[in-house]
C-alpha cells in the first residue's frame, strides 16, 4: 500500500505508523482507564506529553465521554473554569495547565481530590492533567493528601534508541533507508515532533513525497536541513518573535526582550527559571532583572501574538516556550538579522537602564509614581524598592556606585534640600556629578536649592511637589514623565 509522506513522518496530529511509545506507557494507559483516578503527564515541551495522551484514548477508544482542551485557548479556559465550577461527569483532558491562573489550578487540584475518592464513571469528574515539568509535585502542594490517590508520570526525551525507532519505522513504510541516524538524534535532542519533522525534510529534498516502488538510499547534509526546516517555520513564528523582542514600546534602544529570548534559545532550556538565568549570565543580567517583575508581564498582557507563543509566570518566576517548533527555530535563528529588523541600534554603551532616580526619601511617593509610569511604558528604569531582592547579601554602596556611574543611560534626580542634606542621595550625586558634561544628568528642581558640580542654567523640569495637591500625580505625568519619554524616544 503506498502511503504519503506526511501518513508516515507526522507533523501534526498523532503518528500512525511513527508512534514510539514512552517505557511507561501501559501504566500511564492503566491510570487514564480507572474511574476517577487523576493523571498528571508532565515533562519539557517536545516530549510527546500530548501525543501520548491522544495515543491511550484512541487505543482505549471506549465509550467514556472524553473532552480535550487546551489551556492556551481562551475559549477552553472559560470551559476549564465551568468543569472547576460545576463538576460535571465525564474524563477532561486539560492540556497545558501550567498556563492557567494559580486560583483555577487549585480549584481544579480540589476537584481532583473529590474525584480520586470516586469509583463510580457515571458520575465522577475525571482529570488527565498535561503540563511542563513539575505541574505533578506543583499539584500536590496544592492538595496535599492525593499525593497516593493520583498517577503522576514524567514523560523523557526519546534516547538514541527511540529515535532510531521512529527513523526506521518511517523509512520502511516509505521504501526508503535513511543513514546516519545519530546525526539526526544529535540534531533533535530527544525530540520526537522534531524528529518526524526533520525526516519529513530529508525526504522531501530527496524528492520521495510517497511510498516508494523499490527500496532507495537517501544522503542528507545536515546543516542543509536545518535550513529548510528553520526556514518552513519561519512564516509561523517570526511575527510572534519580533513583536516579542519590540516590546510595548517600541524604542531602538530597548533591547531587554530581545536579550532574554536569545540568552533563552542559548540555553538549551524551554522552560526556565529567569532569576536563575539572570544570575548565570551577566551579559543579560540587568536585562532580565529589569522586566521580570513588573515590565515582562505587561508586555504579554497586551501582545495577543506574543502571548500564545510565550508563557511567564511572574509569581514562580518561569519563563516557558510550550511549541518544540518555535523553540527549535529561535535555537537556529540569526538574531544579528533581527536585531536589524526590529529597528534596534547597535549601541557601543550597554546600559542596564535608561534611567536611574536619584532621590531624597521626603519624596520617595514622587520618585515611585515616576518609576511606575515609566515601567507602564516599557522603559528600563531603576528605582531601589524595586530592586531589593535582586541585591540582597551586595553592598548597596557598591551598586549605587555602579548603577549611577555607568549602567544608567540618564539619571534623572529629584534636586531639593533634603537631597543636599541627605547621606546617600549625596554618595549618588558624588558618582553621577561628572556625567552632567556628557549631558547625561536630567534635574528635576522640586526647589531653589544650588549643588555643587550641576550649574543652576542646566536645562530641567520645575516641578512643585505638593502631595495636599489631589492633582500632584496628574501633573507629574504631564510635566515629567511625558518629557522623559520624549527624550528617550
Given at each position: 500500500?503506498?502511503?504519503?509522506?506526511?501518513?508516515?513522518?507526522?507533523?501534526?496530529?498523532?503518528?500512525?505508523?511513527?508512534?514510539?511509545?514512552?517505557?511507561?506507557?501501559?501504566?500511564?494507559?492503566?491510570?487514564?482507564?480507572?474511574?476517577?483516578?487523576?493523571?498528571?503527564?508532565?515533562?519539557?515541551?517536545?516530549?510527546?506529553?500530548?501525543?501520548?495522551?491522544?495515543?491511550?484514548?484512541?487505543?482505549?477508544?471506549?465509550?467514556?465521554?472524553?473532552?480535550?482542551?487546551?489551556?492556551?485557548?481562551?475559549?477552553?479556559?472559560?470551559?476549564?473554569?465551568?468543569?472547576?465550577?460545576?463538576?460535571?461527569?465525564?474524563?477532561?483532558?486539560?492540556?497545558?495547565?501550567?498556563?492557567?491562573?494559580?486560583?483555577?489550578?487549585?480549584?481544579?487540584?480540589?476537584?481532583?481530590?473529590?474525584?480520586?475518592?470516586?469509583?463510580?464513571?457515571?458520575?465522577?469528574?475525571?482529570?488527565?492533567?498535561?503540563g511542563i515539568n513539575n505541574v505533578g509535585s506543583n499539584l500536590i502542594q496544592l492538595v496535599s493528601d492525593i499525593a497516593k490517590r493520583v498517577g503522576i508520570y514524567t514523560i523523557a526525551p526519546g534516547g538514541?534508541?527511540?529515535?532510531?525507532?521512529?527513523?526506521?519505522?518511517?523509512?520502511?513504510?516509505?521504501?526508503?533507508?535513511i543513514p546516519d541516524v545519530n546525526l539526526i538524534f544529535e540534531e533533535v535532542r530527544g525530540d520526537y515532533w522534531l524528529a518526524q519533522q526533520f525526516c519529513q525534510s530529508i525526504c522531501l529534498k530527496a524528492?520521495?513525497?510517497?511510498?516508494?516502488?523499490?527500496?532507495?538510499?537517501?544522503?542528507?547534509?545536515?546543516?542543509?536541513?536545518?535550513?529548510?526546516?528553520?526556514?518552513?517555520?519561519?512564516?509561523?513564528?517570526?511575527?510572534?518573535?519580533?513583536?516579542?523582542?519590540?516590546?510595548?514600546?517600541?524604542?531602538?534602544?530597548?533591547?531587554?526582550?530581545?536579550?532574554?529570548?536569545?540568552?533563552?534559545?542559548?540555553?538549551?532550556?524551554?522552560?526556565?527559571?529567569?532569576?536563575?538565568?539572570?544570575?548565570?549570565?551577566?551579559?543579560?543580567?540587568?536585562?532580565?532583572?529589569?522586566?521580570?517583575?513588573?515590565?515582562?508581564?505587561?508586555?504579554?498582557?497586551?501582545?495577543?501574538?506574543?502571548?500564545?507563543?510565550?508563557?511567564?509566570?511572574?509569581?514562580?518566576?518561569?519563563?516557558?516556550?510550550?511549541?518544540?517548533?518555535?523553540?527549535?527555530?529561535?535555537?537556529?535563528?540569526?538574531?544579528?538579522?533581527?536585531?536589524?529588523?526590529c529597528g534596534f541600534r547597535e549601541l557601543a554603551e550597554n546600559y542596564e537602564y535608561d534611567i536611574a532616580l536619584s532621590f531624597a526619601g521626603e519624596n520617595r511617593d514622587l520618585a515611585k509614581h515616576i518609576?511606575?509610569?515609566?515601567?507602564?511604558?516599557?522603559?528600563?528604569?531603576?528605582?531601589?524598592?524595586?530592586?531589593?531582592?535582586?541585591?540582597?547579601?551586595?553592598?548597596?554602596?557598591?551598586?549605587?556606585?555602579?548603577?549611577?556611574?555607568?549602567?544608567?543611560?540618564?539619571?534623572?534626580?529629584?534636586?531639593?534640600?533634603?537631597?543636599?542634606?541627605?547621606?546617600?542621595?549625596?554618595?549618588?550625586?558624588?558618582?553621577?556629578?561628572?556625567?552632567?558634561?556628557?549631558?547625561?544628568?536630567?534635574?528635576?528642581?522640586?526647589?531653589?536649592?544650588?549643588?555643587?558640580?550641576?550649574?543652576?542654567?542646566?536645562?530641567?523640569?520645575?516641578?512643585?511637589?505638593?502631595?495636599?495637591?489631589?492633582?500632584?500625580?496628574?501633573?507629574?505625568?504631564?510635566?515629567?514623565?511625558?518629557?522623559?519619554?520624549?527624550?528617550?524616544?
Amino acid at each position: 500500500m503506498k502511503l504519503n509522506l506526511e501518513e508516515v513522518f507526522v507533523t501534526e496530529g498523532v503518528p500512525t505508523f511513527t508512534f514510539v511509545k514512552p517505557p511507561n506507557f501501559n501504566r500511564i494507559l492503566l491510570d487514564v482507564r480507572s474511574a476517577g483516578k487523576p493523571v498528571v503527564l508532565e515533562g519539557q515541551s517536545g516530549t510527546g506529553k500530548t501525543t501520548c495522551i491522544k495515543q491511550i484514548l484512541k487505543e482505549l477508544a471506549d465509550q467514556f465521554p472524553t473532552e480535550y482542551l487546551a489551556a492556551r485557548e481562551p475559549v477552553d479556559v472559560s470551559r476549564i473554569e465551568e468543569i472547576a465550577r460545576e463538576r460535571p461527569a465525564g474524563r477532561f483532558v486539560i492540556d497545558d495547565f501550567h498556563r492557567l491562573s494559580s486560583k483555577l489550578q487549585e480549584s481544579l487540584a480540589d476537584l481532583a481530590k473529590v474525584s480520586a475518592e470516586s469509583s463510580n464513571p457515571s458520575t465522577c469528574t475525571k482529570l488527565i492533567i498535561v503540563g511542563i515539568n513539575n505541574v505533578g509535585s506543583n499539584l500536590i502542594q496544592l492538595v496535599s493528601d492525593i499525593a497516593k490517590r493520583v498517577g503522576i508520570y514524567t514523560i523523557a526525551p526519546g534516547g538514541e534508541k527511540e529515535i532510531r525507532d521512529l527513523v526506521d519505522r518511517g523509512a520502511e513504510k516509505m521504501g526508503v533507508k535513511i543513514p546516519d541516524v545519530n546525526l539526526i538524534f544529535e540534531e533533535v535532542r530527544g525530540d520526537y515532533w522534531l524528529a518526524q519533522q526533520f525526516c519529513q525534510s530529508i525526504c522531501l529534498k530527496a524528492g520521495v513525497m510517497e511510498t516508494c516502488d523499490e527500496i532507495i538510499d537517501i544522503t542528507f547534509d545536515v546543516a542543509d536541513v536545518r535550513r529548510d526546516v528553520v526556514e518552513q517555520l519561519r512564516a509561523a513564528h517570526y511575527p510572534a518573535v519580533k513583536e516579542f523582542c519590540r516590546g510595548k514600546r517600541f524604542r531602538p534602544n530597548n533591547l531587554p526582550y530581545f536579550k532574554l529570548l536569545k540568552a533563552i534559545a542559548e540555553s538549551g532550556s524551554s522552560n526556565v527559571e529567569l532569576t536563575e538565568l539572570a544570575n548565570s549570565d551577566p551579559l543579560v543580567r540587568g536585562s532580565i532583572n529589569n522586566i521580570k517583575d513588573r515590565r515582562l508581564p505587561i508586555l504579554l498582557e497586551s501582545k495577543p501574538l506574543a502571548a500564545r507563543c510565550f508563557y511567564y509566570n511572574k509569581e514562580t518566576k518561569y519563563f516557558s516556550i510550550d511549541d518544540p517548533a518555535l523553540f527549535y527555530f529561535l535555537r537556529h535563528l540569526d538574531w544579528e538579522a533581527l536585531r536589524r529588523d526590529c529597528g534596534f541600534r547597535e549601541l557601543a554603551e550597554n546600559y542596564e537602564y535608561d534611567i536611574a532616580l536619584s532621590f531624597a526619601g521626603e519624596n520617595r511617593d514622587l520618585a515611585k509614581h515616576i518609576a511606575n509610569q515609566l515601567l507602564d511604558l516599557d522603559v528600563p528604569v531603576f528605582y531601589d524598592e524595586a530592586f531589593e531582592s535582586n541585591f540582597l547579601g551586595k553592598a548597596w554602596t557598591k551598586k549605587f556606585r555602579e548603577i549611577f556611574a555607568d549602567e544608567s543611560r540618564y539619571v534623572v534626580v529629584l534636586l531639593d534640600k533634603h537631597h543636599a542634606e541627605k547621606i546617600w542621595p549625596t554618595f549618588e550625586r558624588e558618582h553621577f556629578t561628572p556625567r552632567v558634561a556628557d549631558e547625561h544628568v536630567i534635574p528635576i528642581y522640586l526647589d531653589d536649592t544650588k549643588f555643587v558640580g550641576i550649574p543652576a542654567d542646566i536645562i530641567g523640569v520645575h516641578f512643585k511637589f505638593d502631595q495636599d495637591d489631589p492633582t500632584w500625580r496628574e501633573n507629574a505625568d504631564r510635566e515629567i514623565v511625558e518629557k522623559l519619554i520624549g527624550k528617550l524616544t
